[in-house]
């Protein structure tokens, strides 16, 4: 199992960038020369998401070894060099599937099974095993502190932390601070109420880091630190970046949060990064020498999600080609009714 756990949780709103968050810190920690694992928790009670709407979940992710699984795992692949196999990815399903199997074999000699600690044992033996190999394995919780649903695994994570000592684990929260264009102003609270709603759980975040849409502030950053309990360098910007989602592990890392982690698991890093690779990507989607558009058909176009691998091959593509991919997304079931000359472009 891994030596070192990150565990990162969402606070406020879901669908903030965890899956692109993690998969930063991965691209990031390999290049400080570390071997590192990632692996996406998620809280419902499908076993995977392989019978799930794509307009519920979005893509399904397709690993190596034939699993089913989160699209998160896809930005993991993309972004670092991490083998990403079934043992990246499970659901609450999974955990209770597997402790009602071992219930009926008899495996608890007819002891009273019960969330704890039969439930969080199960959770963090999947965590264990998904760190295997690696120096550090990067856990990513779906949905949002105060999901009911989401309690059982951020007890686990609690016990794991106890578990495995000081300076081994490391927890980091990511969540929203809204801006306010009325009144031109940023607002901390509903950040200060996650992370209460965590400390009441047992966990304190080492690093929080927040999105947001502008630039957050000196006095916002000593607040959050204040109320939250974390120091200030620690309280990360995450801002909507202008051009790709691959700008991400850059800004992270020009406010050190790869340093910041490595210190608070007491690693010496082995090298600088070197990333002259990925600026130059970005300096290609930036600048590209030409252009050309894609129809993409299919039928679930309303989550573009649905087709998050081919979107992203696609830009891809261009990128190696210095060029810039639009995507022009068609509705298979309007080509039906309408005929193909409705979505013709001269």
């Known amino acids: 199992m891994a030596r070192k756990y990150i565990f990162i949780t969402g606070g406020v709103v879901s669908s903030l960038g965890k899956g692109l968050t993690s998969a930063s810190m991965a691209m990031l920690l390999e290049r400080r020369g570390f071997k590192v694992a990632i692996q996406k928790i998620d809280p419902y009670i499908n076993v995977d998401p392989g019978t799930m709407s794509p307009f519920q979940h979005g893509e399904v992710y397709v690993t190596e070894d034939g699993v089913e699984a989160d699209l998160d795992l896809g930005h993991y692949e993309r972004f670092s060099s991490s083998l990403i196999n079934r043992n990246s990815n499970f659901t609450t399903g999974r955990v209770y599937y597997n402790v009602i199997k071992k219930e009926r074999r008899g495996d608890y000699l007819g002891r009273t099974v019960q969330v704890v600690p039969h439930i969080t044992d199960e959770i963090k033996r999947l965590i264990k095993r ?24 951020l007890e686990a994570i609690r016990q794991l932390r106890l578990e495995v000592g000081e300076g081994c684990a490391l927890n980091i929260h990511l969540t929203l601070i809204p801006y306010l264009k009325t009144s031109n102003e940023i607002k901390t609270k509903p950040t200060q109420r996650s992370v209460g709603k965590l400390r009441e759980i047992g966990i304190q975040p080492d690093i929080i880091i927040c999105r947001t849409s502008v630039p957050l502030m000196d006095e916002a950053r000593r607040k959050i630190s204040l109320f939250c309990n974390v120091r200030t360098e620690a309280v990360i910007e995450e801002r909507d970046v202008a051009y790709s989602i691959y700008e991400v592990p850059i800004d992270l890392h020009k406010q050190n949060l790869d340093g910041l982690i490595l210190k608070a698991l007491r690693l010496r890093p082995r090298r600088e990064p070197n990333l002259d690779d990925w600026n130059h990507l970005l300096e290609t989607i930036r600048n590209p020498d030409d252009e050309c558009t894609i129809a993409l058909v299919g039928k679930y176009v309303q989550i573009i999600d649905s087709y998050k691998s081919i979107h992203e091959a696609l ?32």
């Open 130 to 153: 998904a760190g295997r190999g690696a120096e550090i394995l990067i856990s990513e919780v779906g949905g949002t502190v105060g999901d009911i649903e989401g309690l059982p695994f």
């Open 315 to 346: 830009a891809h593509g261009g990128i190696a080609n210095s060029a810039k991919v639009n995507i022009r997304y068609i509705d298979s079931e309007k080509i039906e009714t309408e005929g193909l000359g409705a979505f013709m472009v001269s």
